[in-house]
């Protein structure tokens, strides 16, 4: 039985929150593995060349923000865009082909379809070894690849890095979208560290109580971005306390979930899609456990550790040590 909310804390993040890192390892090995063999399909004549400085590791597993279970990888496999020429359409990228030799079954109208490189890129995998299934990712922009060997499915964008210094990824219609996951990535490091990297294993446990929610959910993403741009605007000044920064974090939750939300790339607007009614069911949820979390750090203040303890268990589930 832990004697201090610290102590319940770690144990607990260790235990049913955290990645074990030697799985964390297996994963990586097996994301490299599989881009090796992928960069084999550019070889081929009939296929796209492809170009592995622009793959890029994108999503909660890259940025060190993957709870537990891990069950998903992302990735971005680069193609070669040479040759090839693109402009904006209104909400989305049209890539032409002039070059009947590098269309390789994948165009309509000279352009190049994004579903169409999604099927070609899938028919391809089948070629690695240790392989169960592949198939379109529900929102039409990935391959969702299931390896024999692993719990984990890894999900597979093809891409193409323009001189203007973004991606273009399918859009799920055919055509193809910016977007520039860098950004993200590079906007969690930094916070972490300002933080003295402790935002990570915050993020992940706000993720878990997320997931226990019996109603509506926070998008993975969207959760990471409230948080964040909460961060953003505090200073840091050695001190962390994890029961006074959930506290905060909740509370910023419950706030911030009511409004629309900016895309910190400033590529898609406003990512809050949620309606009013699910709105308002995030705002009670986390309304409320910033109460009970405000209780737990009273709590642990007066030097009652144990009731603390109990709160906290209270939030958080059974699995939470008292």
Not at 1 to 29: C, H, I, W, Y
Not at 93 to 104: G, T
Not at 149 to 160: A, G, K, L, Q, T
Request: proline share 3%; net charge negative; with cysteine.
């Amino acid at each position: 039985m832990p004697k201090t909310v610290n102590s319940a804390f770690r144990d607990f993040l260790d235990d049913e929150v955290n990645l074990d890192p030697g799985q964390s390892k297996r994963a990586r090995d097996s994301r490299n593995y599989l881009l090796t063999n992928i960069a084999e399909f550019g070889k081929a004549a009939d296929f796209f060349d492809l170009y592995s400085d622009f793959n890029l590791y994108y999503g909660s597993f890259a940025r060190k923000t993957k709870k537990k279970p891990l069950d998903d990888i992302d990735l971005m496999v680069g193609f070669s865009g040479n040759g090839y020429v693109y402009h904006k359409e209104e909400d989305h990228y049209l890539i032409s082909v002039n070059n009947e030799d590098k269309e390789y079954g994948c165009t309509d109208d000279g352009y190049l379809n994004s579903r169409k490189v999604i099927e070609l890129l899938k028919s391809r995998l089948y070629q690695i070894s240790n392989y169960q299934k592949a198939e379109m990712h529900r929102n039409m922009q990935a391959i969702t690849l299931q390896l024999c060997s692993y719990p984990w499915n890894f999900d597979i964008v093809p891409c193409f890095y323009t001189i203007d210094e973004f991606y273009l990824i399918p859009n799920g219609y055919g055509k193809w979208e910016r977007t520039d996951p860098r950004i993200d990535n590079d906007r969690t490091t930094k916070l972490n560290q300002k933080f003295g990297g402790h935002l990570l294993e915050l993020i992940r446990l706000v993720k878990y109580l997320n997931s226990r929610k019996s109603t509506v959910t926070i998008s993975s993403y969207l959760l990471e971005v409230i948080i964040l741009n909460y961060y953003d605007n505090q200073n840091f000044n050695g001190n962390w306390k994890l029961d006074d920064n959930l506290k905060a974090v909740f509370r910023e939750i419950a706030t911030k979930v009511l409004n629309d939300i900016d895309d910190p790339k400033e590529i898609q607007g406003n990512i809050n899609t949620l309606d009013w009614e699910d709105r308002y069911k995030i705002f009670t949820f986390f309304n409320r456990k910033a109460y009970e979390a405000s209780e737990a750090v009273l709590q642990r203040i007066i030097g009652n550790e144990q009731k603390a303890i109990e709160i906290w268990g209270g939030i958080f589930g059974e699995d939470f040590p008292r």
